[in-house]
């Protein structure tokens, strides 16, 4: 199996694939060349047909699809480099996109993301997480599919209008918690964030695909405008590594990754982040290799990575950072020791001073350990750099391997159109119950005893009584008595609809 050849420092700098899966990490102030080195690797991959997903934060690495090599820049560096093998070169392309504007739509269910992800994505407290996870029970136990936005919403609603029931079983169910659910999804909603849960959901074979030439596919997520709803962005990243880790099997160390992920802008990922939801993190960056998958991360520093993660990550790719603040040489000195040190190379130094498209690179030997950091030189990328243009993209996506899977939202009966209709039946049935209630016998019956009393009473006022013909009086009378049953039949279906529909209210 080739390695990777992807700088020059005091030597040829290579990432060995048999050790892609132990995981890496890129960082740098903004403008210092991470971009181009995720592309860099992202292409290297593809190459040796391991597929890539890969979240495109600025828009800009659409250009992958493309042959490059045009740049001045990007030629000086390859005659710096000396690498007579160079050739530019376009990579294939699936593009994605939570709202279907850039790419094929991705989408989830709330049962997939599961209660923890979604809890931090909804930024509930403790007490709310709980109530969120009592309703993924109740649904799973009564057989409610939590698909989209409005079936978690009528599940809510219904555990909170019957929380007297649920309580003794799953303990306490505060209204006020239930009501801070519904408002966080109703934010959700508001933000489009509705458009990430729903089928058909992602396939995540899909993602491991390769071309007719034995490349993988490099799946991009158009991520620029998902980024400001960090949240979003983080719990969909989040579920993907977490539904990797369950449904792939154990392969133990292979030649070469099955998929590798690159998450940029990472520190949104573990900002704010619940201890419980740390370690199951740590928990899948640790075992996830063992399903053959590589996670490199990408942020402005080591520090935005906790520690147990970024333990973790064996390759490294440490482009500059900048020193003008007392925090900002902390961060330099910080970042400076997590890498293995070379006596040669006063990394503190060294961090500040560095160009564009250098780093400080520290790889994985063939047992595992990390070499001694060198400066160098960054190899460039071969497939164009830059977006390509709307024609392009929309070309490529009706060529793609997933054109027309996605398109369409299917809407099947779930949790939502259970308990409408199930509601609906007990509005029919009440309704009935009070017809029934409010119609006279069937067949020839004797007069009521109110019906009597008014007969009588008007017998005395006329001097004669008759079943035949109802005067105006007893007309009146006999309406008023039926009057009286009706609306009391509506004050008892009105109680039973409150106590389905009344939730929202109280």
Avoid at 372 to 381: D, E, F, G, H, T
Avoid at 394 to 421: H, P
């Amino acid at each position: 199996m080739p390695s990777i050849f992807v700088a020059k420092g005091e030597t040829e700098l290579f990432l060995l694939p048999q050790m892609a899966n132990r995981h890496g990490l890129i960082t740098g102030a903004t403008g210092t060349g991470k971009t181009v080195t995720l592309q860099m690797l992202a292409e290297n991959f593809s190459a040796l047909g391991v597929p890539v997903f890969l979240a495109d934060v600025k828009g800009d690495l659409s250009g992958i699809s493309q042959p490059g090599g045009q740049n001045q820049t990007i030629q000086k560096r390859v005659e710096q480099l000396a690498r007579s093998d160079w050739q530019p070169a376009g990579y294939p392309v699936t593009f994605w996109d939570v709202f279907g504007e850039w790419g094929h739509p991705v989408r989830t269910t709330m049962t997939e993301l599961g209660p923890l992800l979604l809890a931090r994505l909804l930024q509930l407290n403790e007490v709310q997480a709980g109530v969120l996870t009592i309703a993924f029970r109740v649904a799973d136990e009564n057989g409610l599919l939590l698909l989209d936005l409005k079936d978690l919403r009528a599940v809510i609603q219904h555990l909170g209008e019957h929380a007297k029931e649920f309580s003794p079983r799953y303990g306490n169910i505060s209204l006020a918690s239930v009501g801070a659910i519904q408002r966080a999804l109703v934010a959700l909603e508001t933000e489009g964030a509705d458009r990430l849960f729903g089928e058909p959901a992602l396939n995540l074979e899909d993602l491991l695909q390769t071309d007719a030439q034995g490349r993988g596919l490099v799946n991009l997520l158009a991520a620029n405008r998902l980024i400001g709803t960090p949240k979003v962005y983080s719990a969909l990243l989040l579920w993907l590594l977490s539904d990797l880790y369950e449904r792939l099997p154990e392969v133990g160390d292979l030649p070469k990754p099955r998929l590798v992920l690159f998450f940029d802008e990472a520190h949104l990922i573990f900002a704010d982040i619940p201890g419980t939801l740390l370690q199951r993190i740590e928990q899948v960056v640790r075992l996830i290799r063992s399903k053959g998958v590589g996670v490199y991360f990408a942020s402005q520093n080591p520090r935005d990575i906790p520690d147990n993660v970024l333990g973790q990550l064996g390759n490294r790719f440490q482009h500059a950072l900048r020193g003008f603040t007392p925090k900002d040489q902390k961060a330099i000195q910080a970042a400076a020791e997590t890498l293995r040190s070379n006596p040669k190379l006063d990394a503190v130094k060294a961090l500040p001073e560095l160009g564009i498209g250098e780093a400080l690179v520290s790889l994985l030997d063939e047992q595992g350990q990390p070499a001694i950091v060198q400066r160098a030189l960054i190899a460039p990328p071969r497939g164009q750099i830059g977006p390509i243009t709307p024609d392009q993209r929309q070309a490529l996506m009706r060529d793609s391997l997933v054109a027309g899977i996605y398109d369409q939202v299917i809407d099947r009966e779930s949790a939502y159109e259970k308990l409408t209709n199930a509601a609906v039946k007990t509005t029919e049935d009440q309704e009935r119950m009070q017809a029934a209630s409010a119609a006279p016998p069937a067949g020839p019956v004797g007069p009521s005893i109110l019906e009597q009393v008014v007969d009588g009473m008007v017998g005395g006022l006329t001097g004669q009584r008759t079943h035949r013909s109802d005067t105006v009086i007893e007309a009146f009378a006999k309406s008023m008595v039926r009057s009286m049953g009706t609306t009391a039949g509506r004050e008892i279906a009105r109680g039973i609809m409150g106590s389905i529909f009344g939730g929202m209210k109280r």
